[in-house]
């Protein structure tokens, strides 16, 4: 199945500072690449969907310009947490979907990063 | 705005016994019912399920859609500790492949 990779796993940073985190597709290309966010036994909460080549579509809540979306091929899409605070650590998992080949509903994940921000 | 709401919340169960984890749904243009097992890392597809009726198996779980009542079904069979995890059932009801979530199901099977 298609592969997707996320870097870095795990990163800890102080308040203030901005992190980014890379999310690639491997041996394949996706047109749609999707940002959750997972707090600690909770669900996925869809923060952002992202087209190649075009701005990315932001869910209610989620401040566009503290996470910076940027989609600039069909194998990689970045987000960077802007200024981190401790309200945002978190585990961000990344997911790409519109795969060839693929049902055309599926989405595959990526393993994941988790930001601890002190 | 479309909604996934997944029972029970958690499921304590030995190893050997069955279970079976709901998931209902609301959305406004349904496409697609996916289950996903999370252990401590991302989700891993299981299941994707279009049509009413239809069973899917793999070894010991299957699923089943009904989409006249809007809900589904994750089964497991003779249960195992490796099967301890968050099953989480999500919805694609639009365009752009994109999916709403439920809360998730916590499975422990103990020895």
């Known amino acids: 199945g298609a592969v997707v990779s996320q870097h870095p796993s795990r990163v800890i940073c102080k308040s203030g500072t901005s992190v980014k985190i890379e999310c690639r597709s491997l041996?394949?290309?996706?047109?749609?690449m999707f940002w959750y966010r997972q707090f600690p036994k909770q669900s996925l909460m869809l923060m952002a969907t992202?087209?190649?080549?075009?701005?990315?579509?932001?869910e209610q809540g989620v401040e566009k310009d503290k996470f910076l979306i940027n989609h600039a091929s069909l194998t990689l899409s970045t987000l960077t947490v802007t200024s981190a605070h401790p309200e945002d650590s978190s585990f961000y998992i990344c997911?790409?979907?519109?795969?060839?080949?693929?049902?055309?509903?599926?989405?595959?994940f990526g393993p994941g990063t988790r930001l601890t921000v002190l | 705005e479309d909604k996934v709401v997944q029972s029970p919340l958690s499921l304590v169960v030995h190893e050997g016994d069955t279970v079976t984890l709901n998931c209902s749904y609301e959305?406004?243009?349904?496409?697609?019912l996916l289950w996903y097992k999370q252990e401590k890392k991302a989700p891993t597809f299981l299941f994707m399920l279009?049509?009413?009726?239809i069973e899917k198996k793999s070894g010991r779980l299957s699923s089943i859609l009904d989409k006249k009542e809007l809900f589904s079904i994750l089964n497991i069979t003779a249960t195992q500790t490796g099967d301890s995890a968050v099953y989480l059932c999500?919805?694609?009801?639009?365009?752009?492949?994109?999916?709403?979530f439920g809360k998730g199901t916590l499975l422990t099977v103990n020895p």
């Open positions: 041996d394949f290309q996706a047109t749609t």
């Open positions: 992202s087209n190649e080549g075009s701005k990315a579509t932001y």
């Open positions: 999500a919805v694609n009801g639009g365009s752009n492949y994109k999916l709403t």
């Open positions: 279009t049509s009413s009726g």
């Open positions: 959305v406004t243009n349904f496409r697609s």
């Open positions: 997911s790409a979907g519109g795969v060839a080949g693929a049902s055309g509903n599926e989405q595959f």
